[in-house]
Each structure stands twice: as structure tokens, then as C-alpha cells.
């Protein structure tokens, strides 16, 4: 019945008009409460969701992809749901440059690559897989985890928009032959290695005497299988993974190159997420980082055994003249981007 109302009693009326103002006053104070309920209620239920895809070129198997899993664990728990992390492994989105590609054409949200892959746009992000460019683990993480690594993320990050969030360890890499076992650097004379399409890698071998061939890595299998390459080098988790087991005979430990896995978003599309959710993004590829460097070593350990076990013989060369034979690439390469300072304080680091 309104305040007004013909039917209302004169006394009534008169109780309303001076009792009115305060209850008035304790409704409006009312409905603003329940309308700051309301819309809290509201932003934790329907605000705007957001999905990351992520591509990379390896197995489900690979502790690189299980750290991504952790990655995705730890968004869904901080995120709240707003967050939709989808993982595509096994080149599923493309090779390595088709994503990176598609990254910066806005089409993909993040993924993880090479350093090389990358270094198309921004050089120096290249340096960190240049040939024994490193002396141990302990040697990569200072670099990669201080003012050095700062510069070359920041490089990526000025000339492609794209952030990275973590750099994870794989290990220092071997070569793997098909049918003849390599005893010292005279062995790699004349062996069509495979290598990534990256110029770190075709002259490190070249530089080792081998004959470097570029081939994808998802038709490696059937590239050693029909003899258009004699081998390859990475490492054995990846190589165990790929089946690559069962055309192998041979392993070397030459640890010529570290190749490092970074873990890149698109600027553009973290920089569109809400600050919490940025946020959020961040502390969970952090979390993730320190879960992969305690779980690699002992990841690739067990794939080495699992080579071994499948019949796969290691031998250890001297490296002393593999590390001599690519010493003049440090120029070569410092010459072609402007880098040689940078080369320098890497391995003097």
C-alpha cells in the first residue's frame, strides 16, 4: 500500500511522514549492502574468462610438458576459473617457427620454444645456445637468472612483444648416430647430423667437421629411418620419447650446446588480463620453474637408462677439441649481431 493511499488512515499517514525519512534511510542503506554483496557474488561467478593456449613440439611425457601441467595446476587453483589453460604438445598447433609466428599474429597465446626460434626477431636471445658457451648448470642459472638474463628477455620483449615467463633447463646435449659410435672429434667428419633450422646449430656442426642437416623434428624419425640423416643431438628424454630409441645405436656425451626451453606469452594478451590475473600468471610459470630444474636432471637420468636399456651405447670423447674447434664462431656470431661484449661477460660470468 503506497504512502499515500485514500485508504490509509489519517493517523497512519501521519506515522509514515514522521517515521519515513529514517526508514527510508535504513532501506537505502540496505540495498547498498546487497548490492556490494551482489556484485562481488557476480565477479566471482560470471566475470570474463580467459583462455591461454600454449603450444610446444614435445611429448606428454617430457618433464617440460609435465611443468606446464604444474603451470596449469597452479592457474586453476589461483584463477578461480577465469583462467582456461589449454596445453597442445606433440607440434599439434605447428612447428616451432609456425607458432612463434602465430604468437605475434595474435592467434596464440604463449608456448614453449628454443632460444633460436625467437632470435629470428630478437638476436641476442640466441647467445645463451651458442656452442660451450657454458661451462656447467650452476654457470647457465647465474646467467640466465641474472642481469644477463634480464637484458635478453628484455631484447625479446622490446622488438617482439613477447614476455617471458620462465626459461627451463633441458640438459647440455648429446649426439646420437645410427651406425657408427663417436670416439673423438675426427668421428664426426662427414656425418649428416640433424639440427633445427638455426644457424647456432648448422655452424656448431659444420665447425665440428659433421654435415648439418635441417630437418623437423616430428620427421626425424622417418629421416634416420630411410637415410637421409645419420644422426642427430638433443637430448635422451626427447629422444626416448620420439621413439628415436629404436634407430639409434650410438650416444655421445658432448654437451656442445645447452639448449634452453622458454616458456614466451604474447605481451599483448597477457597485458589485456586483469592485474590479479597478470599476477597470477606469473607466480604460477615461478612455481612451475622451480618444480622443472629440481625434476630435469633426474628426468633425463632415467631416459639415459631407458636408452641404455634399449640397447643404445654411450661413449665420452674429450671435448677439450670439440670446445677449440667452435672457438671462432664467438666472433663470428658477435661480429653478425653486435654482441661480443655480451659473449664475453657470458662466459666470463
Known amino acids: 500500500m503506497g504512502f499515500l493511499s485514500r485508504r490509509g488512515s489519517a493517523s497512519v499517514y501521519r506515522e509514515r511522514m514522521t517515521t519515513g525519512p529514517r526508514w527510508i534511510a535504513m532501506l537505502a542503506c540496505m540495498a547498498a549492502l546487497l548490492m556490494l554483496v551482489g556484485s562481488g557474488a557476480e565477479a566471482q561467478t560470471t566475470g570474463k574468462k580467459y583462455t591461454m593456449k600454449i603450444?610446444?613440439?614435445?611429448?606428454?611425457?617430457?618433464?617440460?610438458?609435465?611443468?606446464?601441467?604444474?603451470?596449469?595446476?597452479?592457474?586453476?587453483?589461483?584463477?578461480?576459473?577465469?583462467?582456461?589453460?589449454?596445453?597442445?604438445?606433440?607440434?599439434a598447433l605447428g612447428s616451432l617457427r609456425v607458432t612463434f609466428e602465430s604468437m605475434q599474429l595474435g592467434n596464440l597465446e604463449a608456448g614453449v620454444w628454443d632460444a633460436v626460434t625467437p632470435a629470428n626477431v630478437a638476436p641476442v636471445y640466441a647467445l645463451p645456445e651458442l656452442p660451450y658457451i657454458f661451462r656447467d648448470l650452476n654457470h647457465v642459472h647465474k646467467v640466465l637468472d641474472g642481469p644477463i638474463g634480464e637484458d635478453i628477455t628484455k631484447a625479446l620483449l622490446d622488438k617482439a612483444k613477447v614476455?617471458?615467463?620462465?626459461?627451463?633447463?633441458?640438459?647440455?646435449?648429446?649426439?646420437?648416430?645410427?651406425?657408427?659410435?663417436?670416439?673423438?672429434?675426427?668421428?664426426?667428419?662427414?656425418l649428416k647430423i640433424r639440427v633445427p633450422e638455426a644457424q647456432n646449430y648448422v655452424r656448431a656442426m659444420q665447425l665440428l667437421g659433421a654435415n648439418p642437416t635441417p630437418v623437423a623434428w616430428g620427421e626425424l624419425y622417418t629421416a634416420l629411418e630411410t637415410g637421409v640423416v645419420a644422426g642427430f643431438e638433443n637430448k635422451c628424454e626427447a629422444a626416448f620419447n620420439a621413439k628415436l630409441s629404436e634407430q639409434t645405436k650410438f650416444a655421445a656425451y658432448t654437451g656442445h650446446i645447452f639448449c634452453i626451453n622458454p616458456f614466451l606469452v604474447s605481451d599483448r594478451w597477457l597485458s589485456g588480463l586483469p592485474k590479479d590475473m597478470q599476477q597470477v600468471i606469473v607466480e604460477a610459470a615461478r612455481e612451475s620453474l622451480a618444480w622443472q630444474r629440481l625434476e630435469s636432471p633426474t628426468s633425463e637420468k632415467l631416459f639415459e637408462q631407458k636408452m641404455k636399456d634399449a640397447g643404445v651405447t654411450f661413449t665420452s670423447p674429450d671435448v677439450a677439441p670439440f670446445r677449440k674447434a667452435v672457438e671462432p664462431f664467438y666472433k663470428e656470431y658477435g661480429d653478425k649481431i653486435n654482441a661480443n661484449d655480451l659473449i664475453k661477460k657470458i662466459r666470463e660470468s
Open 55 to 91: 603450444a610446444h613440439v614435445l611429448t606428454e611425457n617430457d618433464n617440460v610438458h609435465r611443468a606446464l601441467v604444474k603451470f596449469k595446476e597452479a592457474v586453476d587453483k589461483k584463477a578461480g576459473g577465469q583462467v582456461d589453460v589449454q596445453i597442445y604438445p606433440n607440434s
Open 163 to 190: 614476455r617471458t615467463l620462465a626459461i627451463y633447463d633441458t640438459t647440455f646435449r648429446k649426439i646420437f648416430t645410427k651406425s657408427k659410435a663417436i670416439n673423438a672429434l675426427a668421428d664426426m667428419k662427414g
